[in-house]
């Protein structure tokens, strides 16, 4: 079986509305990036994906690239039932993009099973037969942090969970905030989240004072912005409880292993004033 010229997850994808652009990747010497439209391109029956030429506008004057290619969205619990779409084109600098505006249908996604956890899967393939131009000689490194809307904030993939937490157990957490700009809103939910994993998801015994005291002073930021977190602030002063007992204990363990350590050596020259005795 032939190998994808590129694979794309998407994570959260029945969350996403804005459309998806993948990063860049190479295939017969071509550069190329998929555009996936979530809840559809003109159509909202649909989600729809596209193959783009990557950099169309700054290739050699009258290129064009004939291909043949393939999408596969793959059904993650049957992989005989995925979705296959496939097609011939020649791109060039007035159309540098096709695909598909009905690549499947939105209410397939979950009752086939094409979502697992939220995530989907496609898989692409490419097929250069005929080239005009000069081909590209290298893949731009490019790698984006792609940002979902929870609640009305821009978080990363990697905090839509925690965000959902919030939210759900919370929901007074952001009723009236009054920052409106959407990079301050952003930034204060950056706050929020470090804090949120430094209370609820670090081991008790890596927190220190002076993290504690810092997390204060963003809670108090967070308070003054609108923020709604008495519940944090109680997660705080528990932690801080928490972390003193431990900072004693821990005292106590190393004075208590001091002292062990002095009978050992008591102990050791006891022996040896024993043994001296004994040869005498």
Known sequence: MRTPSYTMEINYFSQRNAPIRSNLFRSYSCNWYVTVYPKGNGINTHMSMYLDVANSLSLY????????????????????????LATSYTFN??????????????TKLQEEMFLVNDKLKIEVYVYVYDI??????????????????????????????????????YPETALYIYPQDPQLKTAYMNILLRIYEILYNNPLEKLTESELSKVSKDLLDLTQAGFKLEWLREKLEKASVERKKLAGYE????????QLKNLELMMCNLKAEIKLKAES
């Open 251 to 258: 005292a106590q363990a190393l004075e208590l292993g001091k």
């Open 61 to 84: 004057q009258g290129w064009w690239r004939r291909a043949k290619f393939r999408f596969v969205i793959v059904n993650q619990s049957n992989v005989a039932r995925s979705k296959r």
């Open 93 to 106: 600098k007035t159309w540098p993009n096709l695909g598909f505006k009905k690549a499947l249908r939105l």
């Open 132 to 169: 005009m131009g000069i081909l590209d000689t290298h893949v731009l490194p490019e790698k984006k942090d792609t940002t979902v809307c929870v609640n009305g904030f821009q978080v990363l993939d990697s905090q839509v969970k925690s965000a959902n937490i919030i939210f759900e157990t």
